[in-house]
Nanobody
């Protein structure tokens, strides 16, 4: 059974930092591009960041570029999202996701990801 489990969310003041983790099981983690997405109340789920299998390439949504950093440690089956200079508009449930295709390319599209975690809440107070 493929499973992604996020952790690290919480309440933080504006300007603060958090690091999210996502531990994968039931799949060969190093075979899959991975991504982070988020969903704020009343809004659609949106792309945050993605990373290739070997960490050779990363891509970010415009609203987080320069503040967030995605990374992975394949031997730990773990994906990370370092979030700095957090803003109230970053408040959302954050989800990690595994691409639907082994050895696939990174993507910003939700439909290209087949496996999702349960999400972790991030709340940024002003």
């Amino acid at each position: 059974q493929v499973q992604l489990v996020e952790s690290g969310g919480g309440l933080v003041q504006a300007g603060g930092s958090l690091r999210l983790s996502c531990v994968a099981s039931g799949l060969t983690f190093s075979d899959y591009p991975m991504g982070w997405f988020r969903q704020a109340p009343g809004k659609e789920r949106e792309f945050v960041a993605t990373i290739t299998r070997t960490s050779s390439y990363t891509d970010y949504g415009d609203s987080v570029k320069g503040r967030f950093a995605i990374s992975r440690v394949n031997y730990k089956n773990t994906l990370y999202l370092q979030m700095n200079d957090l803003k109230p508009e970053d408040t959302a449930v954050y989800y990690c996701a595994a691409h639907s295709r082994r050895h696939g390319l990174t993507s910003r599209r939700l439909g290209d990801y087949a496996t999702w975690g349960q999400g972790t809440q991030v709340t940024v107070s002003s």
